[in-house]
Each structure stands twice: as C-alpha cells, then as structure tokens.
C-alpha cells in the first residue's frame, strides 16, 4: 500500500478558517444591521416625536397671535364704532342741547340786565354760537362786545357776574359714556 501522506490526513485548514471567518463576517453583519436598523428606528421615532411637539407648538403659537389680532382689530373697530356714534349722536344732541343752552343764557343775561341800557356784556366762545346768543337777544345785543374763543361754550361777563353754557363739560361726558 502506498504510503499516505500526512498532507493528504491532515484537514484543510485554510478552508476550516475561511468558512469560520465568513461565519463570524456573517454574525457581525447581522448583529450590526440589527443595531443600525434600531439605532435608525429609534431616531424616526424621536424625530417623529420632535415634529408632533413643533406641530403642536406651531398651532400653538399660531392660535394664539390670531387671536391677539382677532382682539386688537375687535377693539379698534369698536373705538371707532363708539366715536363716530359718540360724534353722530353728539352732533344730534348737541344742537338741541346748544340751543336749549343758549336760550337759557339769553334769558340769564336779559333777567342780570334787565332795563339798564348801558351795561357792557363781554362774551366769549365760538361765532356760530354768539352769532345765536345774539338773535336770542334782540335789541340788547348792542350791548355785547365779543372776544372768539377756541371751545364750545360761551362765557358772558356782566359786571362781576360770570355766566357760561358748559358746553365742552356735556360733550367730554358724553364723550366718556359713549366710549
């Protein structure tokens, strides 16, 4: 018998070792796809919950200056509404108040004068309202020395006596009521 060698006996380690490598290779890249695909889902999942609290925040965020603008243009428009009702109605009432108010110092100033022909009447205020005071007053009205005043009301002086509409006191309340 021929003699065998002990090459032929031996096993092929090369081969042993290589399969062995590629085992382990193969382990390896199986527990690193496992990691990197946790890791990977991991990072969705924050990532995900990241944009559900911006979201959140953002609509957050968004409603709430909406609706600081939704109450800013509430209150402006309803300072504008009550101003031009305030100036609608005052103009309404504020004739009548004005003439009522300008008769009743007509009749102040005639009662103050009475006969007397030679007392000087100072008054002061607007010339639309004079020009009225001095209709109300007739032939009495040579008496008046007028001095034009920025406001609403009219201020007569008769001697030491001070007569006045308060005009302007009315208008700032109503004003103030209607605001």
């Given at each position: 018998?021929?003699?065998?060698?002990?090459?032929?006996?031996?096993?092929?380690?090369?081969?042993?070792i290589?399969?062995?490598?590629?085992?382990?290779?193969?382990?390896?890249?199986?527990?690193?796809?496992?990691?990197?695909?946790?890791?990977?889902?991991?990072?969705?999942?924050?990532?995900?919950?990241?944009?559900?609290?911006?979201?959140?925040?953002?609509?957050?965020?968004?409603?709430?200056?909406?609706?600081?603008?939704?109450?800013?243009?509430?209150?402006?428009?309803?300072?504008?509404?009550?101003?031009?009702?305030?100036?609608?109605?005052?103009?309404?009432?504020?004739?009548?108040?004005?003439?009522?108010s300008?008769?009743?110092?007509?009749?102040?100033?005639?009662?103050?004068?009475?006969?007397?022909?030679?007392?000087?009447?100072?008054?002061?205020?607007?010339?639309?309202?004079?020009?009225?005071?001095?209709?109300?007053?007739?032939?009495?009205?040579?008496?008046?020395?007028?001095?034009?005043?920025?406001?609403?009301?009219?201020?007569?002086?008769?001697?030491?006596?001070?007569?006045?509409?308060?005009?302007?006191?009315?208008?700032?309340?109503?004003?103030?009521?209607?605001?």
């Amino acid at each position: 018998m021929p003699s065998v060698a002990l090459f032929d006996l031996l096993p092929d380690f090369g081969t042993l070792i290589a399969e062995a490598v590629a085992q382990a290779e193969a382990a390896l890249e199986g527990r690193l796809a496992a990691a990197h695909d946790a890791a990977l889902e991991a990072e969705r999942q924050a990532n995900a919950e990241e944009a559900r609290i911006f979201l959140e925040s953002l609509g957050d965020d968004v409603g709430k200056a909406v609706s600081l603008h939704i109450d800013a243009m509430e209150a402006r428009v309803t300072g504008l509404v009550a101003g031009t009702v305030a100036r609608i109605i005052g103009g309404i009432v504020s004739d009548d108040l004005q003439k009522r108010s300008i008769d009743a110092l007509a009749d102040a100033v005639r009662e103050a004068v009475g006969d007397a022909e030679a007392v000087r009447i100072v008054v002061r205020g607007p010339l639309s309202m004079f020009e009225t005071l001095k209709a109300s007053l007739g032939p009495r009205a040579a008496n008046l020395d007028f001095v034009e005043a920025p406001g609403f009301d009219l201020t007569v002086a008769i001697d030491e006596a001070v007569f006045e509409t308060r005009m302007a006191e009315w208008s700032t309340t109503l004003s103030e009521v209607l605001a």
